[in-house]
T-cell receptor, first 114, second 110 residues
Framework: GAGVSQSPSNKVTEKGKDVELRCDPI?????LYWYRQSLGQGLEFLIY????????KSGLPSDRFSAERTGGSVSTLTIQRTQQEDSAVYLC????????????FGPGTRLLVL | DQQVKQNSPSLSVQEGRISILNCDYT??????FLWYKKYPAEGPTFLIS?????DKNEDGRFTVFLNKSAKHLSLHIVPSQPGDSAVYFC?????????FGAGTTVTVRA
């Protein structure tokens, strides 16, 4: 079956521009997560969606970052007024529920802010 | 505040031998532990997991050991194969949020 997909796979943007990153989770998965991996670092939790519950935004690094999940499926991560330190790989994951469930990752979007 | 640590950034092992990857954590609330494997330009791929109520889980060539008193887990790969060359991430979960280590790059030599 289809795994988690993300688009675009690569994005180069200029400092100060806004970017949108998209994630399509595995069909039927109710939980969706965004992480980012900066160069030489582990994965850093950003945000979590579970069903119709309010998302856990505790990992978002600043108010320039926001995310939404429409219809309980597709999610968009938006970064406004991008900065060079936003350059990273942004990874989306989904799981069949929350708690002790394995998260399955997409291929990531490589963002480079010039 | 890094709650999951992989202190060895790299590991080189000969094909056919055992690879042992180590991971330490600080948060006693973690109740689920996972290992992921990552190739360049790809997302992490789930390898194996273990619940905090167990101390060992085995899946083919992969075995994960959990020592809760020491807050330590390890991944054993035996025998190591060239296709195992990748970055391995240890992850720990409390409820739903995964905390990751920085990764260990494994190189399997022919």
């Amino acid at each position: 079956g289809a795994g988690v997909s993300q688009s675009p796979s690569n994005k180069v943007t200029e400092k100060g521009k806004d970017v949108e990153l998209r994630c399509d989770p595995i069909s039927g998965h109710t939980a969706l997560y965004w992480y980012r991996q900066s160069l030489g670092q582990g994965l850093e939790f950003l945000i979590y969606f579970q069903g119709n519950s309010a998302p856990d935004k505790s990992g978002l690094p600043s108010d320039r970052f926001s995310a939404e999940r429409t219809g309980g499926s597709v999610s968009t991560l938006t970064i406004q007024r991008t900065q060079q330190e936003d350059s990273a790989v942004y990874l989306c994951a989904s799981s069949s529920s929350s708690g002790a469930e394995t998260q399955y990752f997409g291929p990531g979007t490589r963002l480079l802010v010039l | 505040d890094q709650q999951v640590k992989q202190n060895s950034p790299s590991l080189s092992v000969q094909e056919g031998r055992i690879s042992i990857l180590n991971c330490d954590y600080t948060n006693s609330m973690f109740d689920y532990f996972l290992w992921y494997k990552k190739y360049p330009a790809e997302g992490p791929t789930f390898l194996i997991s273990i619940s905090s109520i167990k101390d060992k889980n085995e899946d083919g060539r992969f075995t994960v050991f959990l020592n809760k008193s020491a807050k330590h887990l390890s991944l054993h790969i035996v025998p190591s194969q060239p296709g195992d060359s990748a970055v391995y991430f240890c992850a720990a979960s409390a409820h739903y949020k995964l905390s990751f280590g920085a990764g260990t790059t494994v190189t399997v030599r022919a």
